[in-house]
Each structure stands twice: as structure tokens, then as C-alpha cells.
């Protein structure tokens, strides 16, 4: 038997097969990805975004890409990552700014590129354009509905609130803050109030919310306005034994920290339905690409979650990182 | 064999599509040959990528010096699938948890940014933890170890990731007590690299070791774990609380501080000369920002060295309280004689270092503090006092930048001029600058250099060898041209030689007949007067004959000297056959035939062949009064050969004779590496053959399409026999 090695048809067949790899490897994938960029990631809050984004996404047959910083002050590394996915030119994109104003360079390269932009939680320092929804947590009620709570807590006049966790760069934190004032002189025109800025090292947060024991006597409630403060303010309560003494009401959530209002520790969260956000974000974007939505801003109301509601099925789905409460 | 000796045409394309095929084989061997080489380099940090962190690397341990979430350590080959992982771990706080990645992917700075398997010890838990991460975390339940998981006990983790299951075991050495459990999924991910990684603590790996994985392994393990379970993520608040507290426990959030009197802190800043009165005994609070070759803590006012402080070991990013002898400096205060706490581990990274200009670091208000500057490198990277030391320049300012000189030769590979950004702690002080610099600044990991910029390629190395390079090839330019001019007047002259032997061998010999003709009949009638007027008529008629057959030479000569170029037209028997016709006046039939696998010939050679065959046309018509010309072009493997016959009167076919045209035709013929060969006798004919080597093309040009195309189409018509 005489072997024939067919050389013209090898080489036919490599030319194919290279021809397919080429043509396979032009096409690429032709499934619109939306960039998800929290303020920080591993946290309960923002992870719910996340389940609801890949949900969403995956029932239009998108795709999602998720990531953020590993700490909420670290705003360089947040831009770094919004550059990457503008630069990849992404069919959208979904951000918790963790900076007011150092995000809005950013933001104007995404929308040059007509990328529609949407940001959640807090507003930059600028206003919604064609390409840019706000999509915002009702910072306003939150500030409401805090100082409904402290409001159980006055005793007589003379009165001191503090609010913990107030920074310019989260512009919702200040509206919050001028919310609730607002809603608590209503109820006491003499009541004082102690506002301090917000820190994300946990030692400067310890420190200031222990000065803050020690400094004011008169104090009735304290409201955090971040789940880094909550923590500071609960290991300062600890330590100095005022645990159940003064008011804890926070405005953020965490799997952590919705236990302390179980325990009694905590007077309530007021948690922020970032599922809700990122599920009109996500149908704004769709919108948008099919260019019937433009630039506006959506508030989204919170949630009270109190000791005596905590396990109710309403209260449970916002908390939720799948939606699901069973 | 032969197959491949004959395809030097299309099918030697084919061969080189073989060898190609060969090559690709041997190369996929090669990558497959290297996925299942387990090796890691645990000498070189440069061989391990890092994704946060401050990683270093000391005679084989492995040593993250940060709390940062989620720091990662990356090494091994992304084509790995079945694997054994194994190395002691060893935590520095009460709290986050470290341990190993396994099957990992798509690696990025984040929390969870990674898609692949992680397994480790969690501190808060006292428990054995594996899942999986795709950007998002899934766990099984964890395994409790017994004894709980304490900072400063080395553990011994094992990791076994055989198909689409992993064995996790885990050992405290000192105790021997030990743990398993196994993970499995459906759709598990199928390769990829190892790494260390470590959450909200800092920690350190040693005995690091890879192998290719085992159903055996694996299988050890699971024979003590209590169960084969599928990641699912915590997905309610309820659960959490279930999971990890249980209702009605004591609150575990409060953090596990110790309860001591916590008297009033200072703010560091408020310790500079610049402050008035300094107390001496001080109290602060602050981040640690630096671990070596000092520790270096900063709060929201300041920075502070502290010397000497009795306490735990810290790392970079956890909280702590100092209390000490505060010494003022200038700018910047340092702290003896302290006693130092941690108040808080698992917080995130340090705080993002200051953006500062060069200048504003010398000014000094950023003395003692974490600091992000930019540079350009002045000088190769150098050890200095057991430093490597990174020497730069920058807005007028220049300034060094020290890292421990640790195995890590990653800042060795920094080009000078290239411009960096570099974070760590500026220093000032003449014990560290010498008067020399006004700032320094302290790296903590490789990582803390970015390159921005690598150096302008106008070096002067690289101006010189660019200048160098413009001259060589100016001169291989000119003598290009010149060899071209040469060659110019080359051709020229040789074709007027060619020109010179036609004319000689033509209208020269025919003049000279005409001369002696006429110079005849000259001395006929001076000698002579007697001579009739037949014999004058019969002289002028045969000079007469001689003047035609002369302007009929002339006439060939034209015709020869004005035909197209034959680089110009097409086929080359086409040509001979036109020029044929055109000299004979159509009397002479012309049979033409190619042999072989029609191949291109060069220009050079087509050139060559049309003279030979058109002096040969000429002979055959002027001496032989040939009937048929015949025209064969015969392709062999690697030759070819141009045959021109007629069936003319024939000569004796004798060197010494040849004349001006068979030399000539013989000088073309070597012209192109061939040989003439002339077989002739009187009243045979006369054949002229042309042999001539063909030209090995360039692979390239064999494989284009068109060769290609000629193959295949060479192969359905005549395929070759059994």
C-alpha cells in the first residue's frame, strides 16, 4: 500500500480553517454590555443593583460587567474604571458616583461617545442631559422619615440631634440632612442641631463619633447617613454604654446592620431601594438606545425598616440581593 | 518522495502548507507540553502579578502587608485545570480572612474581581470557607475548624480542583486540628491561574506548591468533609441573620475592641512646632500608611512617624492608637516611646494618597503623609544601604524613592526617562535626605510605581544609531545606483556587440561580396578589353543578386532591431511564431508545443530565449530554405528547455567554424545559466536547443492564490498515477 500524503488538500484545509477562525474572531459579540459601576462592591446594598442588573440583562440577552472600588472614598480608582469601559465603548453605563464633582469629566467622555449614562443614588454636580438620567434615592423623604423617628425620641425643649455622615461630595447627603432639619423644627423650633462630615476611615469615624458622645450631654438621636458611620456610631454606643440611650437611626443598609435593629440596638434603617434604581436605569438605557427616553431625574423612595417590620415580606424583598424572599 | 520532489510548482506550495501544518502541531505540543508543567516561581516576586496589596517576598514567604479587600497575588499558567494547591497561611488580625485561589480568570483590582475559586480561613467565623466568584461572591456553608481561627497560627490549606469538584482541607499546625469540605458545580470554570488572596487582614504564605490534581486527592478530602455542596450566594437578610448570628445573640457588629478608658485623641497635626505648646505625652489616632522601614500613621491633619512602638505588629490600612512621647519636627511629628493598639482591622486600603506636585512636596506641608507624585527617572534603579533606589526629577525639583532591596527586581526593569507616578510616604529630614534632596519618598510594594511614559526614542543612543542607519543607507543608495548604471551600460554595450556580430555576419560579408564583385569586373575591363558585353551583363547581374540579398539582410536587421519586447506581449512561442511569418513572408509553416507543467518564466529569460529563437529563425530562412519551423518548450522539474527545428539543407556542425550568430546565441544562452546545443547535418534539418535552469521562486510567491488555484486545477486535470 502506497501512502499519499495529499499536500495541495492540507493545505486547503488549513486555508479554511484559518478562514473560519478569522471570521469567527471578526464577529465578535454583538450583545450589548452595560457597564455597572457601584460606589464600592461586597456590599449587600449595592449587590441587589447588581442581581437585578444581571436579571434584567439577561432576559433582553445582554450582558453586564460589575465592578467597583474597594473602599467608597476612592474616587481615582472609580474613575479608572469608568474610563476602561468608555474606552471599551460599552452600550451603557450605570454609576453610583462616590464624588459629586471628580466624576462629571468622566461622565461628559461617556455621553461624547454616546454612551447613555445613568447615575444612581446621588446627583452629580451638574444636570441630567440627553444621555444622562439621574435616578436618584428620595433623599428628601429620607430626611422626612428620619426625623419622623427622632421625633419619638424628644423630650421637652432643648434638644440635640446629630446627623453623622454629611459630605459634599454626596450631594443626597446633604439633602437629607436639610430635610430632616427641616421636618424636626417643625416639631421643636429650640431644637439643636450637631451635623458632622462624613469620614470612610474607620478610626477618624470612631473618633468623631465618641467626641460626639462625650461633647453633648443633651442628645436624644443620632441619624448616620452612610453604613460606615452607622458602624462608628454603634462601636462608640458599645463603649460607652449608651447603647439604647440614645437613638440610632441609619440611612443605608447592610446585611450587618439591619441585625442591630433586630437586636434593639438600632432604633431603624432607612433602607435605599437601589433594585428599584437600577431596574429603571437598566429600562432607561433600552429606552435610550432606542431613542424614545431622554435626559431627566427619577426619585426613588425608601424604605422605614424598624424592628417590627424587619421580617415583613415588602420590607425583606427591598433588603434582598435576589429580590426573592423565600 | 517523489510527490514532494515534483511539487515544486503548486504542490510545493502544498509542501510548505504541510510543513506549516507541522509546525502548528509542534506548537500546540509545545503550549500543551507547558499546561502541564506545575511550576511557580516562589523565588521572584516579578513572576507573580499582584492586584492590591502591598506584597513582598522574603526568603519564600509571601507577605501581604495590608487590610485591603480583597488583595490578590497571581502566578501560574491560565491553562491549568486539574490542580493541587497547598501552602501554610498565617493571618495578622482577629478578623477578614486569607487563604488561596484556584482555577482563576479575568483578574482585576475589586473586592470579588475575578471569576474563579477562592478557599481560605475566616477569622470572625472560626470556620473553613470555599466558593466561587464571578465578580460576585457565592460560598457553601462553611466548615467550623476546630479551635477557631487565630491571627499569628500558621494553617495548612489544600486546595484539589479535579474536573468540575473542589477539596478543601485545612490543618492548624499547632494543634494538628483540621477541617474539610467540598465544593462542586454543575458549570464549573474550567482553567485558569492560582494566587493568594487576603480580605480586611494582613497575612503571610509560605511553602506555596503547586502539583497536577488527583481523583485520589480529591477524594482523600471528601472522605472527611461532610458533604459535596454547590455555591449559592446569601440572598436574604433573614437568612444572614440565621446564618451568622442566630436571633437574640449578643450584638456581633460591635467590634472586638478592647474596653479600655479612651481618653481624648490629638489631632497629629495639631504636634508641629508650628502649633505653639506641644504636650509631651500625647494620645492620636490614625491609619497606618507605612510598615517599613518605620511605621507611619496619618489622620485627617497630619502624618507621624512612630519609633518603637510596644504593640502588636500592624499592617498598612488598619487603625490604631498610639501613646507617647511626642517630638516635634518642622513639619511633621514623630512619637517615641509609645505603646500602640490596633482599633480597627478590616477597614478598607489606606485613605487614596494626596495628589501633590514635586514642589509641594518639598515645601514640606506633606511631610510624614501618604503622597502621589509624578517624575521622570534620572538613572538606572540602584541598592543603596539594603534600598533600591529610584532617582527622579520633576517641577524643578529632584528626589528619591526608596523600596526595601528584596528579591523583587520588578523596578530594575525602569527605563531611565521614563516618567513615573509613584505613591508611599514622603519623608523629609536630613537623616534621610543628607542635605542632598529635599524629600524623599518610601514605596511600599513594586505596585506603588506606575509608568506614565517610557523615555522619547530620541535618545542620543538612539539619534546616533538612527544617524548611523540614514548613512549606511544613503550609501547602499549610491551604490545602487551606480551598480545600476553599470548594468545600464552593460546591456548597452553588449547589445551593440550583438548588433556589431549580426551586421557582420550579414550586410559586412555581403558588401564584401559586392566589392570583390565589382573590383572583379573592374580588372576584367582594364586587363582585359576584350571582354563581352555577356560577361560584363552576367558580373552586374550576379552583383546585382548580391545588393538584394545585402538589402534583405538589412531589412531582417531592422525587423530584429524594431520587434516588441517580448516582456512587453505575452507568449513567447506566440512571438518566435509572428516573427517567423513576418521574416519568411508568410512561406513557412510554423508548428509550436508546450511540454510539461506550464510554468512563468522571468522577464530576463523571455528576453533571452526571443533573440536565440529570432537568430535562429534568421538562419534557418537566410541558410537552410527551410519549409517548417518547429517550436517546443519542454518543462522539467528544474529546467526548461526551448527546441527550435527545421527541416532546412543541414551543415556540418563544427566549432572552429561556428560563426558571429552561434557564438552569439551561445553567450545569451550562458547569459541565463544555460547551454546551446546544435545538432545538424546536411540535408537533416538542423535542431537548436536551449537548456536553461528555472528560477526558485519564493515561497511566498507559491503561495498565492493564483499558484494555488493553478494547482488545484493541475491536479483535477492530470492526477498522477498509482
Redesign the interface.
Known amino acids: 500500500m502506497?501512502f499519499?500524503?495529499?499536500?495541495?488538500?492540507?493545505?486547503?484545509a488549513?486555508?479554511l480553517l484559518s478562514l473560519v477562525i478569522a471570521v469567527n474572531g471578526c464577529r465578535g459579540t454583538s450583545q450589548p454590555l452595560i457597564a455597572v459601576i457601584p460606589p464600592?462592591?461586597?456590599q449587600?446594598v449595592w449587590?441587589s443593583a447588581?442581581?437585578e442588573a444581571v436579571r434584567i440583562a439577561n432576559s433582553w440577552k445582554w450582558s453586564t460587567?460589575?465592578?467597583?472600588?474597594?473602599?467608597s472614598?476612592?474616587?481615582?480608582?472609580q474613575i479608572q474604571i469608568m474610563d476602561k469601559e468608555v474606552d471599551r465603548g460599552v452600550a451603557g453605563i450605570i454609576l453610583v458616583p462616590d464624588h459629586a464633582v471628580a466624576l462629571i469629566s468622566p461622565v461628559r467622555a461617556a455621553v461624547a461617545k454616546k454612551i447613555p449614562v445613568a447615575i444612581l443614588d446621588n446627583p452629580l454636580a451638574a444636570s441630567p442631559k440627553e444621555d444622562v438620567v439621574f435616578i436618584l434615592n428620595d433623599n428628601a423623604a429620607m430626611g422626612r422619615i428620619a426625623a419622623g423617628r427622632v421625633s419619638h425620641y424628644l423630650k421637652g425643649r432643648g434638644n440635640e440631634v446629630a446627623v453623622l455622615g454629611v459630605h459634599p461630595s454626596f450631594l443626597g447627603t446633604i439633602v437629607t440632612a436639610n430635610a430632616m432639619k427641616q421636618a424636626l423644627q417643625q416639631y421643636d423650633p429650640d431644637i439643636r442641631f450637631v451635623e458632622q462630615r462624613s469620614?470612610?476611615?474607620?478610626?477618624?469615624a470612631?473618633?468623631t463619633a465618641?467626641?460626639l458622645l462625650?461633647e453633648h450631654n443633651g442628645l436624644r438621636a443620632i441619624v448616620t447617613l452612610n453604613v460606615s458611620e452607622t458602624?462608628s456610631v454603634?462601636?462608640a454606643l458599645?463603649?460607652e454604654k449608651l447603647?439604647g440611650k440614645i437613638a440610632l437611626i441609619g440611612c443605608e443598609q447592610d446585611?450587618?446592620?439591619?441585625?442591630?435593629v433586630?437586636?434593639g440596638?438600632m432604633d431603624s434603617v432607612i433602607a435605599k431601594d437601589t433594585r428599584t434604581m437600577v431596574r429603571d436605569a437598566m429600562e432607561w438605557i433600552h429606552r435610550r438606545r432606542e431613542g424614545t427616553a431622554t435626559g431627566e431625574t427619577i426619585l426613588v423612595t425608601p424604605k422605614l425598616v424598624t424592628r417590627e417590620n424587619?421580617?415583613s415580606p415588602d420590607v425583606?424583598q427591598i433588603?434582598?440581593?435576589?429580590g426573592?424572599?423565600? | 518522495m517523489s510527490s514532494l520532489r515534483q511539487g515544486s510548482g503548486p504542490r510545493g506550495a502544498a509542501f510548505y502548507g504541510g510543513l506549516l501544518i507541522v509546525a502548528c502541531i509542534v506548537a500546540a505540543a509545545l503550549v500543551h507540553a507547558d499546561r502541564d508543567k506545575y511550576v511557580l516561581n516562589t523565588g521572584r516576586m516579578d513572576k507573580w502579578q499582584t492586584f492590591g496589596g502591598v506584597w513582598a517576598l522574603e526568603r519564600g514567604v509571601f507577605d501581604n502587608n495590608s487590610d485591603e479587600r480583597g488583595a490578590k497575588l497571581m502566578s501560574g499558567s491560565p491553562d491549568w485545570s486539574d490542580v493541587s494547591l497547598s501552602a501554610d497561611v498565617r493571618m495578622d488580625q482577629e478578623g477578614g480572612d486569607a487563604g488561596l485561589m484556584i482555577r482563576s480568570n479575568n483578574e482585576d483590582l475589586g473586592v470579588d474581581a475575578y471569576n474563579g475559586y477562592y478557599a481560605g480561613l475566616r477569622a470572625a467565623e472560626g470556620a473553613l470557607i470555599a466558593g466561587r466568584s464571578n465578580y460576585s461572591w457565592s460560598e457553601v456553608p462553611p466548615a467550623a475548624m476546630p479551635g477557631g481561627v487565630h491571627k499569628n497560627i500558621w494553617y495548612h490549606l489544600q486546595l484539589v480542583m479535579y474536573g468540575c469538584r473542589l477539596g478543601v482541607s485545612a490543618e492548624n499546625l499547632s494543634t494538628k486540628q483540621t477541617a474539610s469540605l467540598v465544593l462542586h458545580e454543575d458549570k464549573c470554570v474550567p482553567k485558569g491561574r492560582i494566587g493568594l488572596r487576603s480580605l480586611s487582614t494582613g497575612s503571610q504564605w509560605r511553602n506555596v506548591a503547586v502539583a497536577k490534581g488527583t481523583q485520589a486527592q480529591l477524594d482523600a478530602i471528601a472522605s472527611h468533609a461532610g458533604g459535596e455542596v454547590s455555591p449559592e450566594p446569601l440572598t436574604t437578610e433573614a437568612a444572614y441573620a440565621k446564618h451568622f448570628f442566630g436571633y437574640g445573640r449578643a450584638t456581633p457588629a460591635a467590634p472586638d475592641r478592647e474596653q479600655l478608658p479612651t481618653p481624648t485623641a490629638t489631632h497629629i497635626g495639631d504636634l508641629t512646632d508650628f502649633h505653639g505648646e506641644v504636650p509631651r505625652q500625647v494620645l492620636v489616632r490614625g491609619v497606618v500608611t507605612l510598615t517599613e522601614p518605620d511605621i507611619y500613621i496619618e489622620d485627617f491633619t497630619g502624618g507621624a512617624m512612630i519609633k518603637h512602638p510596644k504593640g502588636p505588629p500592624v499592617n498598612v490600612g488598619e487603625g490604631v492608637e498610639i501613646s507617647g512621647e511626642a517630638h516635634p519636627l518642622l513639619y511633621s511629628v514623630n512619637i517615641d516611646q509609645s505603646s500602640l493598639r490596633i482599633i480597627s482591622t478590616g477597614s478598607p486600603a489606606p485613605p487614596p494618597p494626596l495628589s501633590v506636585t514635586p514642589w509641594q512636596a518639598a515645601s514640606g506641608t506633606y511631610d510624614a503623609r501618604f503622597i502621589e507624585v509624578e517624575g521622570h527617572l534620572t538613572r538606572d534603579v540602584y541598592s543603596e544601604n539594603g534600598y533600591q533606589v529610584l532617582e527622579l526629577a520633576g517641577g524643578g525639583e529632584t528626589f528619591r524613592a526608596l523600596f526595601p532591596n528584596r528579591s523583587d527586581e520588578t523596578l530594575r526593569n525602569l527605563r531611565v526617562n521614563s516618567l513615573l507616578r509613584l505613591r508611599g510616604v514622603s519623608v523629609l529630614g536630613q537623616s534621610y535626605t543628607q542635605d542632598l534632596i529635599p524629600f524623599l519618598i518610601f514605596l511600599r510594594s513594586p505596585d506603588d510605581v506606575q509608568v506614565l511614559q517610557g523615555p522619547p526614542w530620541w535618545t542620543p543612543w538612539h539619534v546616533s544609531l538612527l544617524g548611523v542607519l540614514a548613512v549606511i543607507l544613503a550609501c547602499s543608495i549610491q551604490l545602487s545606483y551606480f551598480r545600476f548604471r553599470q548594468w545600464k551600460k552593460d546591456a548597452i554595450s553588449h547589445e551593440r556587440e550583438r548588433i556589431a556580430h549580426d551586421i557582420h555576419d550579414t550586410m559586412a560579408q555581403s558588401f564584401a561580396g559586392i566589392g570583390y564583385q565589382l573590383q572583379g569586373l573592374r580588372t576584367s575591363i582594364i586587363r582585359n578589353a576584350n571582354v563581352s558585353r555577356e560577361q560584363i551583363v552576367g558580373e552586374l547581374a550576379s552583383t546585382s543578386d548580391l545588393v538584394s540579398r545585402c538589402h534583405a539582410d538589412a531589412s531582417h536587421t531592422i525587423e530584429m532591431l524594431s520587434a516588441a519586447s517580448p516582456a512587453e506581449t505575452g507568449d513567447l512561442l506566440g512571438l518566435l511564431a509572428e516573427q517567423t511569418y513576418k521574416l519568411s513572408g508568410g512561406k513557412i509553416r510554423v508548428c509550436k508545443e508546450e511540454e510539461g507543467t506550464v510554468r512563468p518564466l522571468s522577464l530576463r529569460t523571455r528576453g533571452v530565449l526571443f533573440h536565440i529563437g529570432q537568430e535562429a529563425i534568421s538562419n534557418a530562412i537566410t541558410h537552410g530554405h527551410s519549409n517548417t519551423i518547429t517550436f517546443v518548450l519542454r518543462y522539467e522539474a528544474r529546467s526548461a528547455t526551448l527546441m527550435i527545428v527545421d527541416d532546412g539543407r543541414g551543415f556540418d556542425v563544427s566549432p572552429e567554424d561556428e560563426g558571429f550568430g552561434i557564438v552569439g546565441m551561445r553567450r545569451r544562452a550562458r547569459e541565463i545559466g544555460g547551454t546551446l546545443e546544435i545538432l545538424s547535418a546536411p540535408g537533416v534539418g538542423t535542431r537548436i536547443g536551449v537548456t536553461f535552469p528555472m528560477s526558485h521562486l519564493h515561497f511566498a510567491r507559491k503561495l498565492t492564490l493564483r499558484a494555488w488555484l493553478a494547482g488545484w486545477k493541475h491536479a483535477k486535470a492530470s492526477p498522477e498515477p498509482e
Open positions: 502506497v499519499r500524503f495529499d499536500c495541495g488538500a492540507s493545505l486547503r488549513v486555508g464600592t462592591t461586597a449587600e449587590e447588581h442581581f460587567f460589575w465592578n467597583g472600588p474597594s473602599r472614598d476612592d474616587v481615582l480608582r469620614t470612610f476611615a474607620s478610626p477618624e470612631s473618633d465618641e467626641d462625650k458602624r454603634l462601636s458599645s463603649r447603647v446585611f450587618d446592620i439591619i441585625y442591630h433586630r437586636t440596638e424587619v421580617d425583606q433588603l434582598a440581593v435576589n426573592n424572599v423565600r
